[in-house]
């Protein structure tokens, strides 16, 4: 077996160029223009999310007494802001002391009419604090920090109890 280089040769006298079908040339240019032109990604309505914070809706010692609460305060909180625009999600930070809920608006502009119409309006006999979340704090980690000692006390005389 002997291995060579490969010779690229003109068969014939001429150069005969390849033919190229219009219709398949077309459809390239068309597909061309598609992928590089405007072509609709300026129609559709730039939408930019966006979470408000919901501040004193609740305290936290009346989550942990009724398990029925946070289901009850997610779902009025949802039908609240469903009225304003559409929301990806309610979240409950049941262990925050300023009893926060945070609502996910897929729209900035729905946001910031649930801010106008929910800062400042009472909520279970106490006035709800609304802004925006500016994303610096995880507010779902915040935790009492007197309840939080009290709980680390605990488990600790129950670990030296043994």
Same mark, same amino acid.
């Not at 390239?28 to 999310?49: H, T």
């Given at each position: @077996?002997?291995?060579?280089?490969?010779?690229?040769?003109?068969?014939? *006298?001429?150069?005969i160029?390849?033919?190229?079908?219009?219709?398949?040339?077309?459809k390239?240019?068309?597909?061309?223009d598609?992928?590089l032109g405007w072509?609709?990604?300026?129609?559709?309505?730039?939408?930019?999310?966006?979470?408000?914070?919901?501040?004193?809706m609740f305290?936290? =010692?009346?989550i942990?007494?009724?398990?029925?609460?946070?289901? *009850?305060?997610?779902?009025?909180?949802r039908?609240?802001?469903?009225?304003?625009g559409?929301?990806?999600?309610?979240?409950?930070?049941?262990?925050?002391?300023q009893?926060?809920?945070?609502?996910r608006?897929?729209? #900035?502009?729905?946001?910031?009419k649930?801010?106008?119409? @929910?800062?400042?309006?009472?909520?279970?006999?106490?006035?709800?604090?609304?802004?925006?979340?500016d994303?610096?704090?995880?507010?779902?980690q915040?935790?009492?920090?007197? =309840? *939080?000692? =009290? #709980?680390?006390?605990?488990?600790?005389?129950?670990?030296? =109890?043994?």
């Amino acid at each position: @077996m002997s291995v060579s280089p490969a010779k690229f040769e003109q068969k014939g *006298e001429k150069f005969i160029a390849k033919q190229t079908d219009s219709k398949k040339k077309k459809k390239l240019k068309k597909v061309e223009d598609k992928m590089l032109g405007w072509g609709g990604r300026d129609d559709a309505k730039l939408s930019i999310p966006a979470t408000v914070i919901l501040r004193n809706m609740f305290f936290p =010692a009346e989550i942990r007494a009724d398990e029925n609460l946070k289901p *009850e305060l997610e779902a009025d909180v949802r039908e609240e802001c469903m009225k304003l625009g559409p929301i990806d999600s309610v979240k409950v930070c049941e262990n925050h002391p300023q009893g926060v809920v945070l609502v996910r608006f897929k729209d #900035r502009k729905d946001a910031q009419k649930c801010i106008d119409m @929910m800062h400042g309006r009472w909520f279970g006999g106490r006035q709800v604090h609304a802004s925006e979340d500016d994303g610096s704090v995880n507010h779902a980690q915040i935790r009492d920090i007197d =309840a *939080e000692v =009290a #709980r680390l006390e605990q488990f600790g005389a129950e670990l030296e =109890a043994d």
